[in-house]
Nanobody, 113 residues
Framework: EVQLVESGGGLVQPGGSLRLSCAVS????????MTWVRQAPGKGLEWVSA???????SYTDSVKGRFTISRDNDKNTLYLQMNNLKPEDTAVYYC???????WGQGTQVTVSS
């Protein structure tokens, strides 16, 4: 059974930090690029960041310099370190293997004072 379980979301003040984790099981994690996608209230899905199987990162422009994606292939876990958070980062964050079509259930991130 494939599982992608996100954790680490929560309520944080503007300028704060959060670290999201995505624990993966049921497929060969190390063989696939992994992606973080978010959905803000009332909006569509937005691609945020991706990491190649070896960890090479890519980011959407709005998070460059603030977010860092990483992965631990030994632990089958994907991470997203989010610094200097802004209210516009408020969303449900999902990890996914877009190639395989597997998605987690999402974790809520709320940035508010």
């Amino acid at each position: 059974e494939v599982q992608l379980v996100e954790s680490g979301g929560g309520l944080v003040q503007p300028g704060g930090s959060l670290r999201l984790s995505c624990a993966v099981s049921g497929f060969t994690f190390s063989g696939y690029s992994m992606t973080w996608v978010r959905q803000a209230p009332g909006k569509g899905l937005e691609w945020v960041s991706a990491a190649s199987p070896t960890g090479s990162p890519s980011y959407t422009d709005s998070v460059k310099g603030r977010f860092t994606i990483s992965r631990d292939n030994d632990k089958n876990t994907l991470y997203l370190q989010m610094n200097n958070l802004k209210p516009e980062d408020t969303a449900v964050y999902y990890c996914a293997s877009k190639f395989l079509g597997f998605w987690g259930q999402g974790t809520q991130v709320t940035v508010s004072s």
